[in-house]
C-alpha cells in the first residue's frame, strides 16, 4: 500500500481518522502494519500491502 494513500482514508465504521502502525515497508510502501481508530477502538490489518478495511 502506498504511503500516498494515508490521506485518504477513515475508519469504515465511524468515518473517524486512523492511527497506522507499520511493521514492514519496503521503497516508500506498506507491507505490514495495521490501522486502528481510537473513535471506535477498531483494527484494521495491512498484509502483503493490502488493507483490509471490512467492518467485522
Known amino acids: ?3 500516498d494513500f494515508l490521506d485518504i482514508l477513515c475508519c469504515p465504521v ?3 481518522d486512523l492511527e497506522l ?3 514492514k515497508e519496503e521503497n ?3 507491507i505490514e502494519g495495521e ?3 481510537k473513535k471506535c477502538k477498531k483494527n484494521y490489518p495491512i498484509k ?3 488493507p ?3 467492518p467485522r
Open 21 to 23: 502502525k507499520i511493521y
Open 48 to 50: 502483503d500491502g493490502i
Open 28 to 30: 516508500n510502501e506498506i
Open 1 to 3: 500500500m502506498k504511503k
Open 14 to 16: 465511524c468515518k473517524g
Open 35 to 37: 490501522f486502528y481508530c
Open 52 to 54: 483490509d478495511l471490512l
